[in-house]
């Protein structure tokens, strides 16, 4: 992990296009602003690990779950 020390007003590059600046240090916060082109995704830490961890979790599927899924998808009804 790189760590830098920047103030207010400074910022720095990563690549050719994607720009981060400090705007402003108050209390025990830190505003910065982004730069970067329009499809490049950004998200806040908390934020990207929620969608990481709903994704893997999306991925698990229960046979009996499947099982009900095709059937009702093949029309058909499930006794249980």
Same mark, same amino acid.
Request: without cysteine; proline residues 2%.
């Given at each position: 992990? *790189?760590? *830098?020390? #920047? #103030?207010?007003g400074e910022?720095?590059?990563?690549?050719?296009n994607?720009?981060?600046?400090?705007i402003e240090?108050?209390?025990?916060?830190?505003?910065?602003g982004i730069? $970067?082109?329009? &499809?490049?995704?950004i998200?806040?830490? &908390?934020?990207?690990?929620?969608?990481?961890?709903e994704?893997? &979790? $999306?991925?698990?599927?229960?046979m $009996?779950? @499947?099982?009900i @899924?095709?059937d009702? *998808? $093949?029309? #058909?009804?499930v006794?249980?």
């Amino acid at each position: 992990m *790189l760590v *830098l020390t #920047r #103030r207010p007003g400074e910022g720095i590059v990563i690549g050719d296009n994607i720009t981060i600046k400090i705007i402003e240090v108050k209390g025990g916060g830190i505003r910065i602003g982004i730069d $970067a082109p329009r &499809e490049t995704k950004i998200y806040r830490q &908390e934020v990207y690990d929620r969608i990481r961890q709903e994704n893997i &979790e $999306a991925t698990r599927w229960d046979m $009996a779950d @499947l099982d009900i @899924l095709s059937d009702d *998808l $093949a029309g #058909r009804t499930v006794k249980k």
